[in-house]
Every structure is written in C-alpha cells, then in structure tokens.
C-alpha cells in the first residue's frame, strides 16, 4: 500500500517513498513531536493479520528497542492506525553493501573495519537475546559513521517455515524453494540449519557474516548456483575457495577466520560474535605492526589458554586487556608494490599507446599490449597471483584494450582492419562488434548494460555502440567554435549512465551523460582520468605526477585538493594520455621513465641479420631515411611527452635538432631534393597544420598552411617531382588521405572520397601509385594523383608498406612481425607477384597514428629498423592498498 506525501500515521508524516520490497514498504517521514527525520517502515499485510506474528513481534520489538550499539539501526516506536502495522527507526543516509559490492570487492581495510563492526553488532544483540537470522548485505547500510546493521529480527515470517522456538524471528524463506530462476539474495547467507529447518542461534549470524566476509574481500559470493536448489546444495556441501587465492593480498589468517565461520557444522564454527570480533580486530591489528624486535614473530592467532579457577580467568582477562591497550595506535600502512614485466622479445607499447593497459574491475587481472616477440602488437593478460602472463591476441595495430563491467570481456581496436573487437579472456575467443569511423581512436568503456563508449583521434567525438554489435553512432562533438579538436578517454562512473572524457587539445576533464546533453567540466589535466569507486577519488596526471582528488559522484565535482601517488608516469601529450590504470578496488598500475621506450636504429641485410647500428639508443620513432641517404629524420620526445625533429647523421650518429617549438612536431618528410622537410605541429590551438624547415638552418620553420585549411593535416609522402604532399586529413568528418598541390592555388582536397580510414602512405617512386593501408582492407596500391587508373590489394592482413627505391619491389609488415615482399614487373601497369617473407623485424608497433618503424636503402638490400632496447620503463608497477596512504592527507570525507 503506497502512502502519498503528507499521509500521517500518528505523530509521523510520510515525506517521500525511499524503498520497497516483499517485507513491506519504508518511508522518510518526520517525527512532528520531536521535529527529527526518521524512517517508517509498513509492514506485509499478510504478517499485520496473523496473530502469532503480532504476539512474537511485540515482544521482540520492546527487546530490540533496548540495543543501543551504534553499529545498529535504533527501532525508536511501533504503531497501528487502520489496520496499518508500522515501525519507526532511525533514519540513516548512505548505500547499503549490497549496492557497495555490485562496484567490486572493497579494500580489504575496509572490509576489515565494516566486519569488526558487524561482529560487535551482533555480540551486543547476542547478548540481549536477539539472533538477527538475516544478515545479508541488502541488511548493511554504509555510512559516514560507519556500518548500520538494519531488520534485526523484524518482519523475518515466510509462508512456508517453520515457527521456530525462541525470541527470534522467522528467516525470510518463500515457497517452492527448488523453482528456477527466483533465487533470493538471502540464501546466498543462510546456514546450513537454517535451510534444513532446524533452530537458528547465534551460530547461525555468524555463518552469514563469514559469507558477507568473504565477499566483501574478494568481491564474489561464497556459495553460488544456477537455481535455487544447486545453491542449497552447494550451501549444504561445498567448500568456497581459499579468500587468499581470489585475493592474494588477504592474510593466511583470515582464511582460517572465515573458514570457521562458514563451518557447516555450527559446532565448529565460533562459538560467539565477541571471539570472531576479537580475531578480526587481530588481523587488523596485525596488518599494521610493527617487526617484533630480534626477529621473532608469532604465527597463527592468540592461543587460547584454558584455565582452571575464577582468579586465573580473571588474571588472564587483566592482562590481555592490557596488552590490547598497549597495542600501536599509528602506524604506516602497509603498502605493496612489485613491478609487471613484458614477456621475453617484446617491450610495452610506448607514445601514442602508452595507456594500452586496464585492470580488470576486481583489480585481479591486468591487460597490456606489448610489441615485438614476432608478433606486432599482442594483448596480454596477467593474473596479478601468476608468475607470467598469457597471450590473448595478435594484431599489429592492437591498442587501448578495456573491460567489460562483468570482467568477462575485454575490448580492444584493432585499427590495421579498422574494427572494435572483444576478446574473452577465458579463452581467446574474439568478437568483431563493430566498425570504426575513423584511424587513431583513443580509449574505450563498457558498462553493465552493454553499451560501449569510444574516443576519437585527431578529430571527432565520443561514439556509442552496442556489444552485441551494429554501427556506431556519434554522442558527443567537440565544439570547433571554441578551439575543441577531439573528445577521447571516456570513461564510465558506477551508475552506468554518466560517464567522463577528456576534451583535446586542453585537455578538459568533461563530465556527461547517456540520458542527456548537458554537460559540465571537471577539471584540466594533462592525461586521461580514471575514477576509482572504492574510495571516491579521481585519478589524472599534472606534469607526470599521477594525482589523487575526492569526486562528489553526486554533484560530479572535486573536493579538496589533489594528492600525489607516483612520480615520473610516462606521458605522452600528443596523445593527451598517461601510462596508468585503476580498477574499482583500487588497484592501481602505471609506468614510469622517459617519455618512449628506448629503441637503437639498426642496420640488417635480406636475411634480417644486424649490420650496423646509427647514433645510440634513445626514444627515437618513425625514421626516415633523406634522398642522398646520408641522414634520418626521427620523432623524439622530451620528457614531458612532446615531440620534435631529430636529424641524425647516417656515417656517425651526430643528432641535430630540427624543431624548437613547444608544441608537437610529428611526421617529417623529406623534399625531394634533401634540403628541407615537411612536418606537422599543433602550435596553433592545438590543431595540426603544415610546416617547412631547410634541415640547415634548424628552428626557422614557416607555415605551409594556416587555420584557414579548416582541418588538422599530417603530412605521409613528397612526391619526386615535388609537385604533391601526399597527407591524412579530415574530409566530411572522416579520416582520409588528402592531395596538397605545391604549384597554382595550393588548396587541399581528398584523394579518394570512397576510401576508408586510410593511414601509412607513399608515393611510389614514379609518382604514379600510391601504396597504403586501408581499414578493413590492408595493404592496397592505387593510381596517383587521380584515382581510377587502377587499384590493387597486395594483401589483406599487412601494414606499413614501403615503396623499393628502385621500385622493383614493395615491402610490407605482416601481422607475425615478418618483413615480406612483393615483387613488381614494371610498365605502365604494375603487376604484383607473390609475397614471401624476408625476415622477423622485432620493431614496436606503437599505435595506428604513428609513421612506419622501417626505411629501405637505395639498393633495396639493407633495411634500417627500429628496434627496442631493455629499458627500465619497460615494466608495470602495480600497488596494491595505496588509497590506505591518503587518510590523513585526504582528511574525511
């Protein structure tokens, strides 16, 4: 029965509904003697008329009416108006665990905490004679104060029980116990006697608490089935695993703890709250002591000593009482960290990329990409107990992997095909869900219901699809009005509904929703941000500090002031990202060193093997080899991420810096004749336009094109002759390539207004082909500087083609690592033969926005490649218990 606003029920006045379920209806209402906010609960009309129910409940309502622990939730008046049966309790703001634990497993102090304060709850309630017989999470609300334990022994009658004996009420047991599919969350608590009908006790509280224990710790159910009658059975028989094997950084201790809780024989479990409080407040006190001085430790729990006599009991109560006094008060927390390695061959994918890492939401398993090891880019998974990780997925360009909500699947682009995939980390089944709209998307999230967010590259908005698959559409667009380039990094908040992003080129934490348009800024940062549910803290980078701030989920706002957790995260601003990850259990992972993973250019022959080496290692990408083949040209950034221009003498490694601006300098290219090359940079507002610098008076560039291009433009080929810049650009809101004339009226326009996301171009050495890697397609050769004349696929799973300078052959990366070629028989039309595979090149895949990692000598028999060097950046520091180390700099919240 709905009361409206404004109903009265004696001195209470109904304010508003706050919930409802089969054991009655609870209201906001005000106590209008008192003028206090309290909550009023109506009781089943089925339990209101049954005199037996009304008898026991009297009783047992002045009885709880009497517990005042402040870990339960105070019964203050029962009533009757019109045949309405209603309680009166305190009225508490907060979640109850049951909503908590839908985010995740809770760091284990916490759950410590929330158990010791269940446990003495229920010793207070032992005592006065009340067994709660209920204890579920749905029956815990977290507050500001701590823990309340609600419904003790209210409303707990079922059609179908029992009346046991006792001042206890009746568990909440309905009907037709075996049917499918209407398994209630109580089962999931209740105890083995219970079940089998027989007289609960104290005991019985205690085996619920164990099963809320253990899922508070490892984020799972101690016992589960598919119907209700297998999770009887498995209640009945089975025995959960360890809580250290689901979640290695629980103590051997609470193992024995819990498992004597979740005894099936309630002899052998404990045989009070007041001892399984004290063995929990032993862990916690545990986890926070200090070495016992000359090295001795103690193992297991404080024995239990049986004394004979009033005088001993008393003297063995005075001095454990004492020792507790005595026990440390402050202490540090006990923080672990232990660093992720790529397996042997590979390095982790560094510059754009640099984020391909994500925890699961449990925080037990990590996902990386890593390339190299014969295989481009290869995601990873790694159990955070196992001692390796496994292989899960081979794509060259495989990037920003992310997890379903469930942990089941994990997301990734594959951007060499242009697709959005899953891949089932049970089993390395993968799933094409959808295609891309674009090159160089950035970032992904997957919520409860399905619906999976995907940021944009260069340019371009948040996209929504389904995991069941279909065509992406379009949710947010930045706001070019306002200098907005590109929206990327989104991320889903626990609801499932709001989400954050980041908004590129400022880099603008933006908060927003599915069910609306409004939306409002967070704060600036230099990376993506990361929300971490289990202790309301977003996570972002300011000049490589990985900071920590208290998030108002409410009002989608900060609180406080930013602490530091890790120095020195890799950055990377041309991607606006940072090399770090969380999951909802604040788990936290992320890479620290130089901003690009070390690398040494290296001379091979045809068969692959090392014939010299240019300059020393460094953070060098995308080398390019001038006309003469006397210099390269590479990227390297600085150690906050940004990008310039490097130019290396080929005879004896001299570098010289080519570019000075702040900004971001990327894709050079060489003008035909060697005194000068192209390159783009985002100095202006953030955007990528064209410049021009002569390689012999370093950091005197000039604009090749202005704002008034309308679009961020990258350059990819020079032409011989010098009459076209081959580049990627953005035609009708999609990523294609572009032709700039460098004769008449030099305006841009797109090469093929068929063509899909297009990336890895080259003008053949004629001037009359271009070779390319098109999404969904692979490598293909197309006439140039007008389509039509002709289009090949060389083949369907290649990457980073490479005109032979003589034009004799065409080179491409195939997906295991292996450098193949095509040979060519020349004419006016190109005929292609056979590819066969040269050699395995070990070079890094980076991600689908960078230039290729391989240049091809004038003879076509030496090959200079890219290839990574150990670096100490090249690992994962994983923490584990870091939110404990922010209490007291956080303060309350």
């Not at 009497?66 to 907060?94: K, N, R, W």
């Not at 056979?834 to 991600?847: D, H, I, K, V, Y």
């Amino acid at each position: 029965m709905a009361l409206a606003t404004g109903t009265r029920l004696g001195p209470y006045e109904i304010l508003a509904a706050i919930g409802a379920g089969g054991m009655g209806e609870v209201y906001k209402a005000r106590d209008t003697r008192l003028d206090r906010t309290v909550a009023v609960k109506i009781l089943p009309e089925a339990l209101a008329t049954d005199p037996q129910f009304h008898e026991r409940f009297d009783r047992e309502a002045r009885a709880i009416s009497q517990l005042a622990h402040p870990h339960i939730c105070t019964l203050y008046d029962v009533g009757e108006q019109a045949g309405t049966s209603f309680l009166v309790m305190e009225f508490i703001e907060g979640e109850s665990l049951e909503q908590r634990l839908k985010k995740g497993a809770l760091p284990l102090d916490d759950a410590l905490r929330i158990a010791i304060q269940i446990a003495d709850a229920l010793d207070t309630a032992h005592r006065n004679g009340i067994v709660h017989r209920d204890l579920k999470p749905g029956n815990v609300m977290l507050t500001r104060a701590g823990a309340k334990l609600l419904d003790f022994g209210l409303a707990k009658a079922g059609p179908s029980t029992a009346v046991a004996t006792g001042p206890s009420m009746l568990p909440t047991t309905p009907p037709n116990l075996t049917a499918q599919g209407t398994i209630l969350g109580t089962f999931q608590y209740m105890a083995p006697e219970q079940l089998e009908g027989q007289e609960a006790d104290a005991r019985t509280d205690i085996f619920a608490l164990g099963a809320v224990v253990y899922e508070m710790v490892t984020g799972r159910k101690a016992f589960e089935g598919k119907s209700q009658a297998s999770l009887i059975g498995a209640i009945l028989k089975d025995t959960p695993a360890p809580i250290s094997s689901v979640q290695p950084i629980a103590p051997p201790a609470l193992d024995r703890i819990v498992s004597t809780c979740l005894a099936k024989d309630p002899e052998e479990r404990w045989q009070s709250a007041r001892d399984l409080s004290r063995e929990l407040k032993w862990v916690a006190d545990r986890r926070y002591a200090p070495p016992e001085a000359g090295g001795s430790r103690r193992s297991g729990r404080p024995a239990a000593i049986a004394v004979a006599g009033a005088v001993a009991a008393l003297l063995a109560t005075v001095v454990a009482g004492a020792l507790y006094l005595r026990r440390p008060s402050v202490v540090d927390p006990f923080v672990v960290r232990f660093a992720i390695a790529p397996p042997s061959n590979a390095t982790l994918v560094s510059s754009i990329g640099s984020s391909s890492m994500a925890l699961s939401p449990d925080g037990r398993f990590i996902v990386f990409v890593a390339s190299g090891a014969g295989s481009g880019n290869t995601l990873w998974v790694r159990s955070l107990d196992a001692v390796q990780p496994r292989r899960l997925v081979n794509a060259f360009l495989a990037t920003y992997p992310f997890w379903s909500a469930d942990g089941k699947s994990i997301g990734f682009f594959d951007s060499a095909y242009g697709k959005l995939k899953s891949v089932d980390p049970s089993n390395g089944t993968v799933q094409t869900l959808c295609d891309l709209p674009g090159v160089g998307l950035r970032g992904g999230t997957w919520n409860r219901d399905g619906v999976i967010l995907f940021g944009s590259g260069a340019v371009g908005g948040i996209f929504r699809c389904s995991a069941r698959g279909g065509q992406p559409a379009q949710l947010t667009t930045p706001d070019t009005a306002h200098g907005e380039t590109a929206h990327r990094f989104p991320v889903f908040l626990p609801d499932g509904r709001h989400f954050l992003y980041s908004v590129a080129p400022a880099n603008t934490i933006r908060m927003a929703s599915l069910d609306s348009k409004d939306t409002h800024d967070v704060t600036t940062a230099d990376s993506q941000a990361a929300f971490v549910a289990s202790a309301s803290l977003l996570l972002f980078t300011h000049q490589s500090s990985l900071l920590a701030q208290p998030f108002d989920l409410q009002r989608g706002r900060l609180l406080g002031e930013p602490v530091p957790i890790a120095e020195g995260v890799l950055p990377n601003s041309f991607g606006g990202e940072a090399a770090f990850a969380a999951s909802d259990t604040g788990v936290l992972a992320y890479r620290s060193g130089a901003a690009g993973v070390l690398t040494q250019l290296t001379w091979v022959d045809r068969t692959g093997k090392p014939i010299g080496t240019v300059g020393s290692p460094g953070p060098n990408r995308s080398p390019l080899l001038s006309p003469n083949q006397k210099r390269i040209t590479v990227e390297t950034p600085d150690a906050a991420g940004r990008t310039d221009i490097w130019m290396l003498d080929v005879a004896d490694g001299t570098p010289h810096r080519l570019t000075f601006d702040p900004a971001n300098e990327i894709y050079a290219v060489w003008s035909p004749d060697g005194d000068r090359i192209m390159f783009a940079s985002d100095r202006e507002g953030g955007v990528f336009r064209l410049y021009q610098a002569r390689v012999d008076v370093p950091g005197r560039d000039e604009p090749v094109t202005s704002a008034d291009a309308g679009q961020p433009m990258a350059p990819y080929s020079w032409s011989r002759d010098g009459r076209y810049v081959l580049f990627r650009g953005t035609f009708g809101g999609r990523t294609s390539l572009g032709v700039l004339p460098l004769e008449g009226d030099r305006t841009p326009h797109e090469y093929d207004r068929g063509s899909a996301a297009l990336a890895f171009a080259q003008i053949s050495p004629d001037g009359r082909w271009v070779a390319y890697n098109a999404a969904r397609e692979g490598v293909m050769v197309q006439s140039f500087p007008a389509v039509g004349g002709g289009r090949w696929q060389i083949t369907s799973d290649g990457t980073m083609p490479r005109w032979g300078p003589d034009q004799k052959e065409l080179f491409y990366l195939a997906p295991d690592g292996h450098l193949m070629a095509v040979p060519i028989a020349g004419g006016p039309t190109p005929s292609f033969g056979a590819s066969r595979p040269l050699f395995e090149t070990r070079m890094l895949g980076f991600g689908p926005n960078t230039r290729q990692q391989y240049d091809v000598a004038s003879d076509s028999q030496r090959f200079l490649i890219n290839v990574p060097v150990e670096d100490p950046s090249s690992s994962i520091t994983v923490m584990l218990n870091w939110t404990s180390t922010l209490k007291n700099q956080l303060g309350a919240r």
